[in-house]
């Protein structure tokens, strides 16, 4: 599972209130790192109506393209026809720094590349201007979700408690419900192995019964591949990644709603 955790910038008020970390579990906004497996193309019990929209939509984390710059991710994310983002201040992808920042956005608004997320953003302090600053940034770009990483426990106060390696991720996910806010697609090969990722499809999880419980709470968010492996070539297993995806949502009927919204690879 990601070491993130999700949070709403317009939230921002809310954080302050005082519970006990038991509370921040059973309130909590769920990060599921999801696995693929080789059954994606398993067929659903279920299918959806001609004029159903599918629930996933699909994107990149940033963090996947850190030995590039962001003109070279926006070409990578133009080769695989993905223009859903979410971005890191990592290299030159979404600098923390406002006039930086404000030039970043603008090389993405011509390319026509939206940003959902951002992050991991980490919370290392107590402080409000700490806070306030990371709130801030997303709030400039527009972004409506942080994956917040390793707060310190001090802060946990200020943000809402996650999930994390170890739970049933399907049922992770049905029991988060309406506050799952973002995915991070992931396929290990060993589940005591965290270093062992491999190319979505190539690993041991359910994606398809991931996909099905997304479906089932009317998943609002986006499922953002996360390829952390082979930092300085990361092209060939994302370019074998999304297809599998693509071919968890065909098998549960979402082909052509997918396609629409996030695009399809070119052979």
Known sequence: ??????????????????????????SSALVVAAFASKDIFAAAGRRPSPDEESPVRL??????????TRAQMI????????????????????????QQESAALADYAA????????????????????????FEYCKRAGIGVIVAG??????LPRIE?????????????????????????KDLMNFQNKEGQVGVGDGIMPVRKIFEALSA??????????????????MPGIISSFPCMRGV??????????????GSLAE
């Open 1 to 26: 599972m990601s070491k993130g955790r999700m949070l709403q910038p317009s939230d921002e008020s809310q954080m302050k209130d005082a519970s006990s970390r038991r509370d921040f579990v059973r």
């Open 59 to 68: 994107g990149v984390a940033s963090y996947t393209f850190r030995n590039f």
């Open 75 to 98: 070409g990578f994310l133009k080769q695989i026809n993905v223009l859903a983002l979410n971005a890191k201040d990592v290299k030159d992808h979404l600098p923390m720094e406002p």
């Open 111 to 134: 390319a026509g590349i939206k940003l959902h997320a951002a992050g991991t953003i980490y919370f290392p302090k107590d402080e409000d201007a700490d806070v306030r600053s990371k």
């Open 150 to 155: 390793d707060p310190a426990p001090e802060t």
């Open 161 to 185: 408690h996650t999930a994390r390696a170890g739970t049933d991720v399907v049922r992770s996910i049905r029991e988060a419900g309406a506050r799952l806010y973002n995915v991070h697609m």
């Open 217 to 234: 709470i009317k998943y609002k968010g986006f499922v953002d591949l996360e390829y952390e492996i082979h930092p300085d070539d990361p």
């Open 249 to 262: 949502l065909a098998g549960l009927g979402y082909a052509s709603q997918n396609e629409a919204l996030s």
